[in-house]
């Protein structure tokens, strides 16, 4: 795995993240009641909210939203913010839910930070595994935001200051196969997404409340050549 930093600009409370190659832009949840869509370059283009308290957490499913509040509860919304459903809660437990993410399965995986977990769940939020991501090496102890990388299935995931203030990149399965400091580019990282169709990495960091985006190159085994690059914005 390779990162190099290509911009940053300002962005208050980024605590999650989703790339939508509809807009070409960004979703994003800041722990408040709405989550806002930017482009890019940072520009507001909608905001929405749910019927759960806060949106701590949010990720593309489809054509839709899927939202959490951080406490296990989670929303479908359309993209215009109407409810697709009634609220649901995650099976397994109590999960201090930090970051959501859709696989190619239409598994939601998720990532808690109390305790300390690496889930994946059915669409109906039925738990099918679970990883005590404290037993890893090295440990992941704050995990706050993920992303998957359609190309490949890795999982993407940030830990913050209270962690290793890194990125850990996993196989599909939870794998561990790197981890990059982040120190070098901000403190306290909460959210993360990718945009394939370029190699394009986000990473959105608390303290200094900065987005700083990154050229990515995957963890691949040896003598594989570079991934081909995946669908990009679908409104140019």
């Known amino acids: 795995m390779d990162l ?3 911009g940053r600009y300002e962005l208050n409370r980024p ?17 408040g009641p709405e989550a806002v869509l930017v482009t890019l370059q940072g520009e507001e283009l909608r905001r929405i ?11 593309i499913e489809g054509d839709h939203l899927l939202v959490g509040d951080g406490f296990g509860s989670l929303q479908r919304l359309t993209k215009d913010g109407a409810p697709l459903s009634a609220p649901f809660a995650l099976a397994g437990g109590f999960a201090d839910t930090e970051g959501i993410a859709i696989n190619a399965a239409g598994e939601i995986i998720t ?15 039925q738990l099918k595994a679970r990883i005590d991501t ?37 196989t599909q399965k939870g794998q561990l196969l790197a981890q990059i400091s982040l120190l070098k580019f901000g ?12 190699n394009q990495l986000f990473v959105a960091f608390d303290s200094g409340a900065e987005l700083v985006t990154f050229d990515y190159t995957p963890t691949l085994p040896a003598g594989v ?11 140019f």
């Open 134 to 170: 404290m037993t890893l090496d090295p440990p992941l102890s704050e995990a706050q935001g993920i992303a998957i990388d359609p190309r490949t299935g890795h999982l993407l995931i940030v830990d913050d200051w209270e962690g290793s203030n890194s990125l850990y990149e996993f």
């Open 4 to 6: 190099r930093e290509t």
């Open 15 to 31: 605590a999650s993240l989703d790339y939508d190659p509809a807009f070409c832009g960004l979703w994003i949840a800041n722990e």
């Open 187 to 198: 403190v306290d990282p909460e959210g993360i997404a990718i945009r394939p169709g370029s």
């Open 111 to 125: 990532v808690e930070d109390d305790p300390e977990r690496l889930s994946w769940f059915d669409a109906k939020g």
């Open 225 to 235: 050549p570079p991934l081909p690059p995946g669908a990009d914005c679908m409104m």
């Open 49 to 59: 909210s749910s019927d759960l308290f806060r949106i701590k957490a949010i990720a």
